[in-house]
Each structure stands twice: as structure tokens, then as C-alpha cells.
């Protein structure tokens, strides 16, 4: 007999890849780095009518949700006060009953100290469909990413995941720490900081020795991952000096010394400890944000530019013998009107760079020319040294520099210039407009990002700015802003270049 229950009658009643619509997720967002989210729950996010979110989620987790998703911050400290546990689980079925895919995303994984267990007693309580997506925890994760193997031929045969909320001190603990004591492996503590000195005191009681290795990682994953060592005798006050706080795990155990060896993050993370404000539109910062991250820097991703379609009648293509484009959003601005790549098999195709070329190719167009510098007076001379050209278009944004077309009509060409888009500024937030300004560096991918964190942040005071290329760095300066940084391959990975080496430099 199936244990599914029968479809809400409220329910839309169209299929759906995700399942029948009315249906809660416990979604584990794994520890911190973006890249250790499952492709589970990337796919649900991205598929959520409403995602209620904890506090400890990988930064940009909800990028890829829904522009009409509902986000509800059911974690939220600091600003406003923790939502009670009740309200989160009445929210999340009553938005289950009213037909809604509810996404309930937390931190690391939703059944390890995740109060995920309760959340889907409730569902079952009242009826309502859920499924569960396992999280890559931070138990597991942050000792990883600190070098340390919770089990090790040899060292740990088993590993304990124990909750340090609790004071060991009170006599009604439900942890028994005599047997923790006892227990015959590592022993991995969640939520164990503040109470650190008396777990420590606890297990030295029961019998593990004071020189027991203990390491503390901290924020563990996340580009900011920071950890210490020391043993049970001393781990409490080393921590205190270091000024490790929540999130932390601490590991205790001989594996907790494999660290010293093993140690592998600062290598792989050469913007380790940096914040990066990247201002573009949404959908292109992402590219350029995880590679930051990847090489552990924190991104501040300020929302500046918002690239909007205009209506505008397309040409007959045929007639042209040569398209030039002039930046990623008009090649893709162009492929969303077009049938297929076919409508330009008769013309000669420019690229203003290889960020640009490459767009293309994701549209089956190798593009003919592409200038080694990115900018329109090099597109120009290239373009005059193969011509001469009868009749070009140039789809691009509203607003662009003239160089190019004027420079061809010059020889005599008929140009039709295309505006595809328009990039507007997005507010900022006081927020987002504190964290980009604060930010250790600023990175421009182009003039009208610059631009538009300008007029949303009112200065570029404040990071060191790195530009992609000349034409952005005059834009840059255009604003009263010095450029400290230029790279010398005008691409996204030549600007990511630029700033590792000047991150080496100083
Ligand atoms: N469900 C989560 C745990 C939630 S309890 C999981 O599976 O990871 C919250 C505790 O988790 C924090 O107090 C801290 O001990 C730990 N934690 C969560 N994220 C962490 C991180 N990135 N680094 C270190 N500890 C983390």
C-alpha cells in the first residue's frame, strides 16, 4: 500500500519536475562553500515558490531561486530576533497546504542538529508530503577543509557527532559524558564554543588525557575559515586568545593533529580572508563570484546592474556582411530573437573580446575577428584592415560609444546600430552598500559596472579597484576614483589574474 497521501485538493494540479505541487523539502545547504551544495538542492532552489532559510547558508545559496520566489529569513539574529521554531514549522505547512513547493533550506545537514526530524513530524502530522535532501555537514566538512579525516586507519576506528549546547554541568545534561569519555574515536562537537572549557574539563574527568589533540575550525568552508590547535588542556584559552566564535566544530582525538600535516587550504585559497564587491548584473556575476570564491575570497555581490530588453524589430540579417558585437549581453540579447544561429551564416562576425567571442560560441558562431585588446578602437582597426564593409549592424545597448559606427560609416559602410537593452542601477541596500564599500577590493568587469555602483553606492572610496581594461579604468578615473589594479588579458579570468597577483604582492 502506498504511504503517499492523496493530492491536496487545492493543489494546481500540473506536473511538475519536482514532483506534485504541495510539498515540503528539507534541503541541506551543506557548510558554507557554495560548491559542497548538493545538485539536489541547487535544483529545488531553483525551483521553490517559497524558501524559508536559516541564518547559517552558503552566501549566494538563493541566487538561483525564482525571481517571483517568496524568501522568508526564518534565522534572522542581529537585525531581528530568531523565529521560533513553531512559527517556522506552522509557516512551512501551512505553505505546503495551500499547494505551494516549499523549499526549508538550513545549514550543513537538515537531520544532523538541524531540528530538521521535528519539522518533518509535523508534516506527517498534518498530512503533508515532504521529502528529505541530505547536506554535507559541518562535523564532517570543517575538519575536511582543515586537513583532519574524522576517522584514520590506525587513529579512529569511530566518530561521535555530540551536541556542546548543553552545559555539561547541569546534572539534568541528556550527554553522557563519562561514556563520551570513554568513547573510542573522535569526537566531533557542534555548537560547543562557549561551553568549551567545561567540555574539556568533562572528558580530562572521564579519563581522555590532557594532551589529547583537539583543533577548533571556525567558520569551516567558508572563504574566512579560520582554526586552532592545542589539547584538552589548553584548547579553551588557546581558542579565547585566537578569538574563535560560532560557527565552530571542535574535534577531539588524534586525528585533530593530522591538521599540522595536512593542513592543504591556504594553498588552494590564494584570496583567502579577501572580500570582493563584484558589480554586475545578476545573471554574470555568478560566473565570476564563484571562481572568487572558489579561490576563497568572501564575495559581496552588490546587485548594480540590471540589464532590461527592449522591444525592437529585427532587421532581415541577411542583408548585412558583417555583425559586430560589442559585449555578452547583446549577443545573448540577440540569440533570445533569433530562431537559430543560421540567420547569421552569410555575414563576417566580430567579437569585441574573447569574453564576447565566447558567448558566441555557446551559440554555434565562431566569430571571424577578435581584436586582442577589448576595446571598440581596436575592433575598429582590425575591421579597417579587412574591409571595406558595405553594410553593418551592431546590436548593443542602448547606450554605447560611437567610435565604431562612426569609424565605419567613415569608409564609407551603411551601419545599423541595434539597441537590444538597457542597463539600469539597482539601489542598494545600506547593507549591500556598507559591504561592497568595505570590501578589500572592487572588481569591474566594465564601464557601466563601475558606473552603476557609483551611483548606487555615491563613491568608489574605499576598496582597491581592479578594472578588466582600459576602457573601464577611464571610466573608473572618470569618477573621481584612482585604478589600482589593470589587467593586462581583458577577460573575466585575466581580472580574476590581476587581483591573486596583487593580492601575492602586498
Ligand atoms: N545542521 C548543521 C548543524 C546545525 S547546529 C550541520 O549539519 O552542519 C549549528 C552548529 O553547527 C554551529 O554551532 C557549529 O558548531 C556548526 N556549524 C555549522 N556550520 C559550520 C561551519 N561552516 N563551520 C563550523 N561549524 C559549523
Not at 555583425?323 to 540569440?335: G, I, M, R, Y
Not at 559602410?413 to 542597463?423: F, G, I, K, S
Amino acid at each position: 500500500m502506498s504511504t503517499e497521501p492523496p493530492s491536496p485538493s487545492n493543489a494546481r494540479g500540473r506536473s511538475d519536475p519536482i514532483g506534485p505541487r504541495g510539498k515540503v523539502h528539507l534541503v541541506g545547504a551543506g557548510p558554507g562553500d557554495p560548491g559542497l551544495m548538493t545538485v539536489r538542492a541547487v535544483e529545488l532552489i531553483a525551483a521553490a515558490d517559497v524558501v524559508l532559510f536559516d541564518k547559517l547558508i552558503p552566501e549566494s545559496a538563493l541566487a538561483g531561486a525564482r525571481a517571483d520566489a517568496e524568501l522568508i529569513d526564518v534565522g534572522k539574529i542581529g537585525g531581528g530576533k530568531q523565529v521560533p521554531q513553531e512559527s517556522t514549522t506552522a509557516l512551512l505547512v501551512e505553505k505546503a497546504q495551500a499547494g505551494l513547493q516549499v523549499v526549508r533550506l538550513k545549514g550543513g545537514d537538515p537531520f544532523v542538529f538541524g531540528r530538521g526530524g521535528e519539522e518533518a513530524l509535523a508534516c506527517v502530522a498534518a498530512g503533508v508530503r515532504f521529502e528529505v535532501v541530505p547536506g554535507v555537514t559541518s562535523g564532517i566538512a570543517a575538519p575536511a577543509y582543515a586537513g583532519i579525516p574524522v576517522t584514520q586507519r590506525g587513529i579512529a576506528s569511530a566518530v561521535a557527532f555530540v551536541t556542546g549546547h548543553e552545559d555539561p554541568e547541569k546534572p539534568e545534561t541528556l550527554v553522557d559524558w563519562p561514556a563520551l569519555a570513554a568513547f573510542p574515536g573522535t569526537l566531533c562537537f557542534y555548537m560547543g564554543i562557549r561551553t568549551l572549557d567545561r567540555i574539556a574539563a568533562q572528558l580530562v574527568q572521564g579519563g581522555r588525557p590532557a594532551d589529547e589533540p583537539v583543533a577548533v575550525v571556525m567558520r569551516g568552508t567558508y572563504g574566512d575559515q579560520r582554526s586552532v590547535r592545542g589539547t584538552l588542556a589548553n584548547i579553551a584559552a588557546v581558542t579565547r586568545e585566537a578569538g574563535i566564535r560560532a560557527p565552530a566544530i571542535a574535534v577531539v582525538g588524534g586525528v585533530a593533529a593530522l591538521h599540522d600535516e595536512l593542513g592543504w587550504l591556504g594553498a588552494a585559497r590564494p584570496l583567502g580572508g579577501r572580500s570582493v564587491a563584484v558589480t554586475r548584473a545578476r545573471a554574470q556575476a555568478s560566473g565570476i563570484a564563484a571562481t572568487l570564491r572558489t579561490l576563497g575570497a568572501t564575495v559581496v555581490e552588490a546587485p548594480a546592474i540590471r540589464i532590461e530588453p527592449l522591444a525592437a524589430d529585427l532587421p532581415e540579417l541577411a542583408g548585412y556582411d558583417l555583425v559586430v558585437f560589442t559585449s555578452v549581453n547583446a549577443v545573448q540579447q540577440l540569440f533570445a530573437r533569433l530562431r537559430d544561429a543560421r540567420a547569421l551564416a552569410g555575414a563576417t562576425v566580430a567579437a569585441i573580446g574573447p569574453g564576447t567571442a565566447a558567448e558566441l560560441r555557446r551559440h554555434g558562431i565562431a566569430a571571424d575577428v577578435v581584436p586582442e585588446r577589448s576595446i571598440s578602437e581596436a575592433v575598429l582597426e582590425e575591421l579597417t584592415a579587412r574591409g571595406p564593409w558595405r553594410r553593418v549592424l551592431v546590436p548593443r545597448a542602448e547606450e554605447g560609444r560611437e567610435v565604431l559606427p562612426e569609424g565605419l560609416r567613415e569608409q564609407g559602410a551603411e551601419v545599423d546600430v541595434l539597441p537590444l537593452y538597457r542597463t539600469l542601477a539597482e539601489s542598494l541596500s545600506s547593507d549591500q552598500r556598507a559591504a561592497a564599500l568595505g570590501a578589500d577590493y572592487a572588481l569591474f568587469t566594465s564601464a557601466s559596472s563601475a558606473r552603476y555602483l557609483y551611483e548606487a553606492a555615491g563613491t568608489l572610496a574605499g576598496p582597491r579597484v581592479v578594472s578588466i581594461g582600459p576602457a573601464t579604468s577611464d571610466a573608473v578615473r572618470a569618477l573621481g576614483r584612482e585604478v589600482d589594479v589593470e589587467a593586462a588579458e581583458h577577460t573575466p579570468d585575466g581580472v580574476v589574474a590581476a587581483l591573486v597577483a596583487d593580492v601575492a604582492a602586498r
